[in-house]
């Protein structure tokens, strides 16, 4: 009863003041408070990013040791795991007193500000009608003094350059064997890396940012893959292909290429349709992804009918065309980076360039 009649005699000051402190403390979390917000499945994941045990199966257990480990082990987390932009973005947050403003930013990244705080290094939160990213109190002195580092700042580009170089592959190839991956990294690349090394990278990079799937044979598979099974049967007949080599000035131009002119005409046809520029291009971009999963034009400008429900026939059948357009220069999937104007006609034999050797490839298609 003693304790009900004080509450009884807060007033709305004191409770506003209360509110605020806890408010503010938002802004001071440890890294156990934010450990302790994330799933029990999320803290199985990082034991094995982390590469630590944990004896115990209760939440608290994991709860305990991650949070042991993250902050003992800070360093070799900003030194060894994170990328350029991730870098920059942590670079940021320190150069603003630790804590910054969504609202004020609207260059940050969304997925890098999930990468990190998949790592529990930086965290959310609402500062009324404010919404803020800070990092945990007890790790802020020691991760600015680490990015300061030469050292940390080159290999967070080293690691930017080998996560960019894959995902270049990855949409140029679809499906890459592991060994086609480590002839680019070590040789052509020449890329400061074990290979052991280069591969856990990849593997951490993908917990974060969910950008392949792998298989038994070590194929790393792009993750927009329509039918993996269609596609492997088709990798599959065409065992005299060669992969196609791609230079590295190739791979930059192809990243930071415009629209292709035959997009420019996919393009405003469908703005006709969807009006908003931006659903416009997110179909551009699934047209582009079923190419090169090898649908066929008309599925595809059926596939766009349906969804702008108000184009007509002859409208998909323009849209076809030009998708056949498309195709002739696309690197395929199914034809390892080949696209059909490299391989012009059937059963032609030709010189596939690779930087290690010269071979007459009988192509079937």
């Known amino acids: 009863m003693k304790f009900t009649s004080e509450i009884r005699y807060i007033d709305i000051k004191n409770i506003k003041k209360l509110d605020d402190k806890m408010k503010s403390n938002d802004g001071e979390k440890s890294i156990k ?9 999320h803290l199985k994941e990082l034991t094995k990013i982390f590469e630590i045990h944990v004896g115990g199966k209760r939440k608290e257990d994991f709860v305990e040791i991650i949070s042991f480990y993250i902050k003992n082990n800070i360093s070799v987390i900003i030194g060894d795991f994170i990328t350029y932009e991730e870098y920059d973005f942590i670079k940021e947050i320190c150069d603003n007193n630790y804590t910054i403003s969504l609202n004020r930013n609207y260059n940050i990244k969304e997925d890098v500000k999930k990468s990190l705080e998949y790592l529990g290094i930086i965290y959310s939160y609402y500062d009324f009608n404010e919404k803020k990213i800070s990092m945990p109190f007890e790790i802020r002195e020691t991760i600015k003094s680490k990015i300061s580092k030469i050292e940390v700042i080159e ?10 170089l894959f995902r270049a592959l990855l949409d140029i190839y679809g499906v890459i064997p592991q060994d086609v991956l480590l002839d680019y990294i070590v040789q052509d690349f020449r890329m400061e890396y074990e290979v052991h090394e280069a591969i856990k990278t990849l593997w951490r990079y993908n917990n974060r940012y969910n950008l392949y799937y792998s298989d038994y044979k070590l194929n790393y598979c792009n993750i927009n893959i329509i039918d993996i099974k269609s596609l492997n049967e088709k990798l599959s007949t065409k065992s005299d292909i060669n992969y196609k080599y791609y230079d590295k000035s190739q791979i930059k ?23 908003s520029s931006e659903v ?18 008309r599925d595809i400008s059926k596939y766009i009918m349906n969804e702008t ?17 498309a195709r002739i220069y696309y690197p395929l999937w199914t034809l390892k980076g080949h696209s059909l104007n490299d391989l012009k006609s059937s059963c032609k034999l030709m010189q596939v360039k690779d930087l290690r050797k010269y071979k007459k490839v009988k192509i079937n298609l």
């Open 253 to 275: 131009n192809r990243s930071n290429r415009n629209l292709h002119y035959i997009e420019k005409e996919i393009y405003v046809v469908l703005k006709r349709h969807f009006k």
């Open 309 to 325: 429900k108000r184009m007509g026939e002859q409208g998909r059948i323009i849209i076809e065309g030009l998708v056949d357009m």
């Open 280 to 297: 416009t291009l997110k179909h551009l971009d699934y047209i582009r992804t079923m190419i090169k999963n090898d649908i066929s034009s």
């Open 33 to 41: 408070n934010i450990i302790s917000l994330m799933k029990l499945s």
């Open 155 to 164: 290999h967070s580009k080293e690691n930017q350059e080998l996560i960019e």
